[in-house]
């Protein structure tokens, strides 16, 4: 993908915020319960998170009662968010790409991203993260995404010839996906960086289930079926629609993957 494409889509997000506030899921209550342990956060820590989206993985942090200063790209997200935080006044949302943003000299005892860190310039967001921490400060970085235990719904399976008969398949993606387990943790990336080490890892997974509707909805908060001309969009989600419709139980269950990924300022 060049960079103006992944410039483009990296800000396509942000055109319906209030359908990514409702559509996505939340992350798993245990995930910021590991995070805050691992990280040994204390009460009142200063946390910068990178990426904020509508809160979802502010809001949970808020709750713990951290002081958390946002980054965020996109000024409907932002808005959003703004919304979602208000009852935590320990909470700043800053519209800017965190590769430009300016800290101000302020230093922090934990830098988190929460899924975001794929769309950061790779040859910034270390150098970055590690430059606003305190000594022995920690990064985390949350990947979500879609996964396929054993028992995944074999509509995510058959659904894939309609991707292909549109010419929207990914060439040479593996397909299946690796199992939850199998999926690899930032480990290598993180300590080849040479900024960052003592790397702890856990995987969270979960299902939901979704009538068509809320799976067309869903679908519509991902950059790639954002920007999807037209014609192909609509006969996707058409076909996405009649199919799940047509089972005995009209919804589809699909399982999320969580990975946590944590490293220290070295």
Known sequence: M?????RHLRTTFNENAELYDRARPDYPEQ????????ADLQPGANLLEIGTGTGKATVPMAKRGFHIRCVELGENFAAVARQNLAPFPGVRVEVAPFETWDAGGETFDL??????WDWIDPNVR??????????????AIIGCGHAFPRDADRFFF???????????????????????????YFSEELEASGLFGDVQARRYVWELMYSADE??????TFSG?????????????RNVRERINARPDPRVRRHWLAVLNLARRL
């Open 158 to 184: 058959d659904i894939q010839d309609v991707y292909r008969k549109i010419g929207e398949d990914i060439p040479g993606e593996q397909w299946p996906p690796p199992l939850p387990e199998d999926v690899p």
């Open 225 to 237: 079926h954002i920007a999807m001309e037209p014609d192909k969009r609509d006969f996707l989600y």
């Open 126 to 139: 270390y150098r970055k993260a590690a430059d606003v921490l305190k000594p022995r400060g920690r990064l």
């Open 31 to 38: 995930l910021f319960n590991d995070l805050t342990a691992l």
């Open 111 to 116: 830098v988190y991203a929460a899924t975001c």
């Open 215 to 220: 799976y067309v909805d869903l679908l519509n």
């Open 2 to 6: 060049t960079d103006p494409a992944r």
